[in-house]
């Protein structure tokens, strides 16, 4: 008799769940929740219209694969352009070309004046130009040289040129030039080029053809590294070559000499700025072996202190 009610007992405690359950969703069916009656009719599919529903865009994103854009626009002299109508811009360009071809204006840049301390005797040493014109063409004098401190002047030079622009960062440069020193004096063709290269590196190059036939060249590079506001760092190099030797001058053929200097300026106002640094200078080849011969030195190493300015 037992095990019948123990099974008895059994299977009504197993029933009972099954009721409350049926019993509760038949309460959730007659008095639903209204939040969950809205998430249950948006989530009823079957009254969708899946025939209207766009499948294209299932799967990966349309994306631009790499290689697939169009590459940049090519960097021009004139940023402008990428922006503007060229044409336009070209007749503005031409416009004020125009109106400042007639402007007259001139400057007085003194580059290098500066106290060279060496081994061989202090000198002071000298590099800069003037010009008057316009944008276009103008009249300009270059001038450079070295003297001792208690000695003669052992090098000076001077130029009077026609510089005409050749384009936006280049000018043309054709007149004379004549050395003072040393002795023998000698007169000079000059044709040149003074350009501003990528990266803002001064750039000066120079063919001489003297009254004597004789062939020269010089490149001059520099450029201005500001670190602050304030100060500027600026290597130069000079180099200077000989298409024959000159005995008269003690210069032999090729490379005949270099200047590599390594200045500091301090310039809170652009036109005026002091500086200190080194200098290096070293005579090559056949020119080295004569100067050796005359008993002078190949290579010479200054500290120098100086100022730069212009008006």
Known sequence: ????????????????????????????????????????????????????????????????????????????????????????????????????????????????????????????????????????????????GEALVHGPVEKAEIRALWSHAVGPYANLELGIRYDVRPEPNRSYATVGIDAMLPYWIEAEGALFLSDKGDMLGRVELSHDMRLTNALILQPRAELNLAAQDIAEQSIGAGLSDAEFGLRLRYAPDPAFGPYIGVNWERKFGETARIALAEGEHRSTTSLVAGVRFWF
Do not use: C, Y
């Open 1 to 144: 008799m037992k095990p019948i009610v123990l099974t008895a007992v059994a299977l009504l405690a197993m029933a009972t769940p099954a009721a409350a359950q049926d019993h509760q969703h038949d309460q959730g069916a007659e008095n639903p929740d209204p939040a969950m009656a809205d998430s249950m009719e948006a989530m009823d599919h079957s009254a969708m219209d899946h025939g209207s529903m766009d499948h294209s865009t299932h799967g990966a994103l349309d994306l631009p694969m790499a290689g697939d854009t169009s590459p940049p626009l090519t960097p021009t002299d004139w940023a402008a352009d990428q922006i503007h109508d060229p044409a336009a811009m070209n007749a503005a360009r031409q416009a004020l070309f125009r109106s400042t071809r007639d402007t007259i204006s001139h400057i007085i840049l003194l580059d290098q004046l500066e106290w060279r301390a060496h081994k061989g005797g202090d000198a002071i040493a000298w590099g800069g130009k003037a010009w008057v014109g316009g944008d276009i063409d103008r009249l300009m004098i270059r001038t450079e």
